[in-house]
C-alpha cells in the first residue's frame, strides 16, 4: 500500500492525481499545493512547489512511500538530492541529471558528447560577440534561448537579424530573464514537424511512451506567439515506427548511456522534444519531467497501474515492469484567459459541468482555477484543459469540442484546430 506526495499545482498534476487515484493500491494521495481539480482525488496541502524544506518535512512526517514531482523548477533546485540523503523515495533526476533542462548550454553540450543529434549552437554571455556571430552567419530565421530556466518564454524563433538582434539585447542587455538569459544559446533553425516523446527511465532501463503532439503557438495553424501548449493529441501521427526506432537507438539509448557514463543519477521522467523532417528526429530539447499538456493525452492511454511504474523507476526495476497502452487516441483542448500569454485576466466565475461524471469519454482538467465562496473561479493563464478519448481520433476532436461549447468564462478562447494534424 502507498502513500503518495505529488508536487504540483497544474492541469499535469489534475492528470496525474486522476491516474494516480485509480490504483487500488493507493492509501494517501496528498498534493502540494494542487489545485481543485487534484482536490477530487487526494488531499490538498498548502505548501508551496518551490519550498523544498516543508515539503521534506512534510513527506517525512507523513510517513509518504514515494514523491512524484510535477515541476522543473524543484527538480532543478535539486529536491531529489534532499529527499535521497534522508531515505526518502522520489521520482525525478538528481540535480545534476537535472540540468538537461535546467541548463541549454549544459544540455547541448551532454548531446554533442554523446551523439545525440540537434541543431548547431553556440553559446554567449557577451552582447557583441552574440551579435557578431549571427552577423558572421547571416543565415534566418536564428534561434536564440536563454541558457536558464524562463517559465517556457526563454526562447525567440528570430526571423531577420533586427528581431535576433533584439532578442540578444533582451537577453544579455536588459536581462529580461534575469540570472537565466546572463547566458544564451544561438542555435541553428530546425525545420520539421515537432512531437513530443516522454520516457520512464530508472537509470539501468528507458521506456518510451506513446508519443503525443503540443501545439505551442497561440492560434490556429501555428500562428501567434508561443504559449505552454494550446492542446495536445496522441498518438502523433508523425511518430511513424521508423521514427520510434530512431529515437530509441539515436537520442534515449545515448542519453541513458550517456548518463550512467557520467555517473549521474536519473531515476524519473524524461521528455524529448524532437523536430522531425523526413522521418529525421533531432533533439530541440530535453525536459526532466512529464509535459503539460501532453500528460493530459499520454497518461489516459496508459493501461498500467502508475504507482506500479514508480515503484519500478525507484527501485531500479523498470526492465521487469509491463507498460501496456490503449490503443485509443486522446485529445487536450487548453481553454485560456484572456490576454494569454500575456498579461491576464484573473477571477472570472466558470460556468458549465466540469465533472461530467456522466461521461466516460470526456473529462475537464483544472489548471488555472481556484475556488471563491464555493464558485469556481479562473486563475491564470491556461484556466482548464478539456480531455476527450476514442477509438477514432476524429471522434475523439469532435467530442472534445462539443463538451468545449458547454463550457464557459469571459474571455475565453482556444484553438479549434487541436489534433488536426494527426487525421
Ligand atoms: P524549447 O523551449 O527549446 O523547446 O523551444 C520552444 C519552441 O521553440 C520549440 O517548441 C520550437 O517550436 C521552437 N524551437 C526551439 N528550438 C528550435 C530550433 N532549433 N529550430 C526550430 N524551432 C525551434
Ligand atoms: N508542453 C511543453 C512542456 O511541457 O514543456
Known amino acids: 500500500?502507498?502513500?503518495?506526495?505529488?508536487?504540483?499545482?497544474?492541469?499535469?498534476?489534475?492528470?496525474?492525481a486522476r491516474k494516480l487515484a485509480s490504483s487500488p493500491?493507493?492509501?494517501?494521495?496528498?498534493?502540494?499545493?494542487?489545485?481543485?481539480?487534484?482536490?477530487?482525488?487526494?488531499?490538498?496541502?498548502?505548501?508551496s512547489e518551490s519550498d523544498i524544506p516543508a515539503l521534506l518535512a512534510f513527506a517525512k512526517s507523513e510517513s509518504i512511500d514515494i514523491t512524484l514531482v510535477g515541476p522543473?523548477?524543484?527538480?532543478?533546485?535539486?529536491?531529489?538530492?534532499?529527499?535521497?540523503?534522508?531515505?526518502?523515495?522520489?521520482?525525478?533526476?538528481?540535480?545534476?541529471?537535472?540540468?538537461?533542462?535546467?541548463?541549454?548550454?549544459?544540455?547541448?553540450?551532454?548531446?554533442?558528447?554523446?551523439?545525440?543529434?540537434?541543431?548547431?549552437?553556440?553559446?554567449?554571455?557577451?552582447?557583441?560577440?552574440?551579435?557578431?556571430?549571427?552577423?558572421?552567419?547571416?543565415?534566418?530565421?536564428?534561434v536564440i534561448k536563454a541558457d536558464g530556466l524562463a517559465a517556457g518564454k526563454g526562447v525567440t524563433v528570430a526571423a531577420d537579424f533586427d528581431s535576433a538582434e533584439s532578442a540578444l539585447k533582451d537577453a544579455l542587455v536588459n536581462q529580461k530573464f534575469k540570472d537565466a538569459g546572463k547566458l544564451v544559446v544561438i542555435e541553428d533553425f530546425l525545420?520539421?514537424?515537432?512531437?513530443?516523446?516522454?520516457?520512464?527511465?530508472?537509470?539501468?532501463?528507458?521506456?518510451?511512451?506513446?508519443?503525443?503532439?503540443?501545439?505551442?503557438?497561440?492560434?490556429?495553424?501555428d500562428t501567434g506567439p508561443n504559449t505552454g501548449g494550446m492542446g495536445a493529441y496522441s498518438p502523433a501521427k508523425i511518430v511513424t515506427p521508423k521514427v520510434l526506432q530512431r529515437v530509441h537507438e539515436q537520442v534515449l539509448a545515448p542519453l541513458l548511456a550517456g548518463l550512467a557514463k557520467e555517473n549521474i543519477a536519473?531515476?524519473?521522467?524524461?521528455?524529448?522534444?524532437?523536430?522531425?523532417?523526413?522521418e529525421v528526429p533531432q533533439v530541440i530539447e530535453f525536459n526532466?519531467?512529464?509535459?503539460?499538456?501532453?500528460?493530459?493525452?499520454v497518461v489516459p492511454r496508459l493501461k498500467t497501474d502508475l504507482i506500479d511504474i514508480l515503484n519500478a523507476i525507484v527501485t531500479q526495476t523498470l526492465i521487469q515492469q509491463p507498460i501496456e497502452w490503449r490503443d485509443d487516441a486522446a485529445v487536450c483542448v487548453v481553454l485560456a484567459a484572456k490576454g494569454y500569454p500575456g498579461d491576464i485576466?484573473?477571477?472570472?466565475?466558470?460556468?458549465?459541468?466540469?465533472?461530467?461524471t456522466s461521461d466516460p469519454d470526456v473529462h475537464v482538467i483544472q489548471a488555472g482555477t481556484t475556488l471563491q465562496d464555493g464558485q469556481l473561479i479562473t486563475k491564470g493563464g491556461r484556466v482548464l484543459g478539456v480531455v476527450g478519448t476514442d477509438h477514432s481520433l476524429a471522434t475523439a476532436i469532435q467530442k472534445t469540442y462539443a463538451a468545449i461549447s458547454e463550457i464557459h468564462f469571459e474571455g475565453m478562447h482556444f484553438r479549434r484546430d487541436i489534433g488536426k494534424k494527426g487525421i
Open 1 to 16: 500500500m502507498t502513500r503518495l506526495l505529488l508536487i504540483g499545482s497544474g492541469g499535469r498534476e489534475h492528470a496525474l
Open 25 to 47: 493500491k493507493l492509501t494517501q494521495l496528498f498534493i502540494a499545493p494542487g489545485n481543485p481539480g487534484t482536490a477530487q482525488y487526494g488531499k490538498n496541502v498548502p505548501i
Open 72 to 142: 522543473e523548477g524543484p527538480l532543478v533546485a535539486g529536491i531529489v538530492d534532499r529527499f535521497e540523503s534522508q531515505g526518502l523515495k522520489i521520482v525525478g533526476p538528481s540535480q545534476a541529471g537535472a540540468q538537461l533542462e535546467g541548463s541549454k548550454n549544459w544540455s547541448k553540450a551532454f548531446m554533442i558528447r554523446h551523439g545525440i543529434p540537434t541543431a548547431k549552437s553556440a553559446a554567449f554571455t557577451e552582447y557583441a560577440e552574440a551579435v557578431s556571430y549571427i552577423k558572421e552567419k547571416n543565415n534566418f530565421p536564428i
Open 191 to 221: 525545420k520539421g514537424e515537432e512531437a513530443s516523446i516522454l520516457a520512464f527511465i530508472d537509470g539501468k532501463t528507458i521506456v518510451p511512451m506513446v508519443a503525443a503532439q503540443d501545439h505551442k503557438a497561440v492560434f490556429d495553424g
Open 266 to 278: 536519473y531515476k524519473g521522467i524524461v521528455y524529448a522534444g524532437l523536430m522531425i523532417d523526413n
Open 288 to 297: 526532466v519531467r512529464f509535459g503539460d499538456p501532453e500528460t493530459q493525452v
Open 345 to 356: 485576466e484573473s477571477g472570472k466565475p466558470i460556468d458549465g459541468d466540469i465533472s461530467r
